[in-house]
């Protein structure tokens, strides 16, 4: 599977962003990338929870079977 970013705004304003399909820490770096283009316009993203995926998720999402490789969900205002 392809990396994708599903990002929802929620009806109290808050935005949840998944991070689907990535390995190790570059999701982090995905979510860097995802504020700087949201400050673009005027909006700023604080991270409030961070969640780790399992191994077998992340196994789904990638279609690999590797040990170590992580992946986020972000909750942002």
Do not use: H, W, Y
Not at 12 to 40: I, K, M, W
């Amino acid at each position: 599977m392809a990396r994708q970013v599903k990002v929802k705004v929620l009806p109290d304003g808050s935005v949840e962003a998944d991070f689907v399909g990535f390995g190790g820490t570059d999701c982090l770096d995905e979510a860097e990338r995802l504020a700087e283009n949201l400050a673009r316009f005027g909006l700023r993203a604080d991270p409030t929870a961070v969640r780790r995926k399992t191994s077998a998720e992340i196994a789904k999402e990638t279609g690999e079977e590797e040990q170590g490789r992580d992946g986020v969900l972000t909750r942002s205002r």
